[in-house]
T-cell receptor, first 116, second 116 residues
Framework: EAGVTQFPSHSVIEKGQTVTLRCDPISGHDNLYWYRRVMGKEIKFLLHFVKESKQDESGMPNNRFLAERTGGTYSTLKVQPAELEDSGVYFC??????????????FGEGSWLTVV | AQSVTQLGSHVSVSEGALVLLRCNYSSSVPPYLFWYVQYPNQGLQLLLKYTTGATLVKGINGFEAEFKKSETSFHLTKPSAHMSDAAEYFCAAGPMIYNQGGKLIFGQGTELSVKP
């Protein structure tokens, strides 16, 4: 079974440009999450989809970030326009539909973004 | 507010020595607790998790962790370090709230080095 896959694995863009990160969750997983780790900081929650609906987007830093999950399958995270402080690793994760919390959350390998 | 603290951003041990990585959480309600590992150029992999029941949790690769409510701790241990254990380790906490289990709070991470 394929794990959580993310694309691109690495991206270098100039300040002011747009970048779109893609995440394919594990097949059948209703829950999809985005996290990011900026240099020297802890990994932080960005948002949570349940199928195509945003369940919680309290971690999104500002309106330059837009996440979508078309049809409840893959998700994209767009940064427009990118700023230097957006550099870091963006992790996508997924988990199956849960009746209680505590289910294992499966992470992808991350998309490394460098804004210059 | 919930928080997770990992004591020591870098830990170095000799091969064959005990590994002890410390994690403390701050929460009015004991959360679900996780340890993830990130090997170089790879994603986050779940080592083990505590949800309910037995407080001593065994994970993959010989790691285990003990949930101590009185100390608000969830330290990770391994009796004998191997060179392949060199990686970054993350402690994380998740709320015991239906459908919010994926909103994890991460510690700062601990880089483990293993000397031959």
């Amino acid at each position: 079974e394929a794990g959580v896959t993310q694309f691109p694995s690495h991206s270098v863009i100039e300040k002011g440009q747009t970048v779109t990160l893609r995440c394919d969750p594990i097949s059948g997983h209703d829950n999809l999450y985005w996290y990011r780790r900026v240099m020297g900081k802890e990994i932080k929650f960005l948002l949570h989809f349940v199928k195509e609906s945003k369940q919680d987007e309290s971690g999104m830093p500002n309106n330059r970030f837009l996440a979508e999950r078309t049809g409840g399958t893959y998700s994209t995270l767009k940064v427009q326009p990118a700023e230097l402080e957006d550099s870091g690793v963006y992790f996508c994760a997924s988990s199956p539909r849960q009746r209680t919390s505590g289910n294992t959350i499966y992470f992808g390998e991350g998309s490394w973004l460098t804004v210059v | 507010a919930q928080s997770v603290t990992q004591l020591g951003s870098h830990v170095s041990v000799s091969e064959g020595a005990l590994v002890l990585l410390r994690c403390n959480y701050s929460s009015s309600v004991p959360p679900y607790l996780f340890w993830y590992v990130q090997y170089p150029n790879q994603g986050l992999q779940l080592l083990l998790k505590y949800t309910t029941g037995a407080t001593l949790v065994k994970g993959i690769n010989g790691f285990e962790a003990e949930f101590k409510k009185s100390e608000t701790s969830f330290h990770l241990t391994k009796p004998s370090a191997h060179m392949s254990d060199a990686a970054e380790y993350f402690c994380a906490a998740g709320p015991m709230i239906y459908n919010q289990g994926g909103k994890l709070i991460f510690g700062q991470g601990t880089e483990l080095s293993v000397k031959p």
